[in-house]
C-alpha cells in the first residue's frame, strides 16, 4: 500500500494527532470563550450535526429493529454503568500503590463512572462496522441514565457528591440528540431517492465534526494553567488511557459469556469505552 493511499485510509487517526498539535501550538482559539466559541459551536452545533447526519443516513427500519434488541441494551448498559466502574476501581486501587498521582486516579474514576460521549461512542461504531442505529439509542439512553447513576456512583467510589442540574441536562440532550435525529429522518423521507444514488460521505462528515470536538477538547485541557503533569504519570495515563478498554472487554466477554449468548445474532452496539469529555 502507497504512502497515499495509507494517509486516505488512515486520515482520522493522523486529523487526531494533528488537532491535537495544533491545540498545544494555540490553544486559546478553541478555548471556551474564545474565537471558536466551543460552549456554543461545539456543545450544541456540532452535536446536533453529528446525529442530525445519523438520521439521514440510517434507514427507518434500522432505527426499529435497533430499539427491539431488550437484551442487547441491557447488556450495554450494565456494562457501561455497572461492571466498567467496578474494574476501574479495582484496577486503580492497584494503582494507587504506585507514585502516580493520586489526583489522575480520581480523574480516571471519575470518567469511568460516566457514559460514553453520545457523539464519538456512535462515530467509533459507524467507523468499525458496527450497528450505528443500537449505538445511537445505547449513547443517548446511557446519558439520560448517566444523569441519575454517575452521581451515585461517584459518592459510592470517591465518597464525593454535588448537585446535577437535571433539567437543563437533560434538555441539553433531547435537543442535541433527539430533535436532530428525528429532523434527520424526517428529511430522509423527502431525500431518500438521492441519498441512496449519490451515496454522500456520512461518516467522513461525522469524523471531522468529531476532530473539531477533539480539538476543542484539548484546547481547554492546555491552556489551563493548574494542570502540572510529571512525565511518569502522563505515560502511565496514557497506557491506562490505550489498554484499559481492551482489558477490561475481555475479562467481561469471559465472565458473562452466557449473557453475551442471548444477544448472539445482534450485531455489536459499541465498545462503551468512556473517554475525557
Not at 7 to 31: D, H, M, N, T, Y
Not at 79 to 100: D, E, S
Not at 210 to 221: A, K, Q
Request: charged residues 10%.
Amino acid at each position: 500500500m502507497g504512502l497515499l493511499a495509507r494517509i486516505r485510509k488512515e486520515w482520522f487517526i493522523i486529523g487526531i494527532v494533528l488537532v491535537i498539535l495544533s491545540a498545544k501550538l494555540q490553544p486559546s482559539l478553541g478555548v471556551r470563550g474564545g474565537p471558536l466559541k466551543p460552549e456554543i459551536t461545539i456543545a450544541y452545533v456540532a452535536v446536533s450535526v453529528i446525529f442530525f447526519n445519523s438520521g439521514l443516513s440510517l434507514k427507518t427500519e434500522e432505527l426499529t429493529s435497533a430499539l427491539l434488541h431488550v437484551r442487547l441494551h441491557l447488556l450495554v448498559q450494565s456494562f457501561t454503568l455497572l461492571f466498567f466502574p467496578l474494574a476501574v476501581w479495582l484496577l486503580l486501587k492497584v494503582l494507587a500503590l504506585t507514585a502516580i498521582n493520586q489526583w489522575l486516579l480520581k480523574g480516571l474514576q471519575t470518567v469511568g463512572c460516566m457514559p460514553p460521549p453520545v457523539s464519538s461512542a456512535v462515530i467509533l461504531t459507524k467507523a468499525v462496522g458496527g450497528n450505528e442505529a443500537a449505538a445511537i439509542f445505547n449513547s443517548a439512553f446511557g446519558s439520560f441514565l448517566g444523569i441519575i447513576v454517575t452521581p451515585l456512583l461517584l459518592l459510592l467510589f470517591l465518597g464525593s457528591s454535588s448537585s446535577v442540574p437535571f433539567s437543563s441536562i437533560f434538555s441539553q440532550l433531547f435537543m442535541t440528540v433527539v430533535v436532530p435525529l428525528i429532523l434527520g429522518q424526517v428529511c430522509r423521507g423527502f431525500l431518500r431517492e438521492c441519498l441512496e444514488r449519490r451515496k454522500p460521505p456520512f461518516g467522513a462528515v461525522s469524523s471531522a465534526v468529531l476532530l473539531m470536538i477533539i480539538y476543542t477538547t484539548f484546547c481547554d485541557t492546555f491552556s489551563n494553567p493548574n494542570i502540572e503533569l510529571d512525565p511518569t504519570s502522563l505515560l502511565l495515563v496514557v497506557l491506562i488511557t490505550f489498554w484499559r478498554g481492551p482489558i477490561v472487554t475481555g475479562l467481561f466477554n469471559t465472565s458473562a459469556s452466557w449473557f453475551v449468548t442471548a444477544v448472539r445474532g445482534a450485531e455489536v452496539a459499541e465498545l462503551p469505552i468512556p473517554v475525557a469529555p
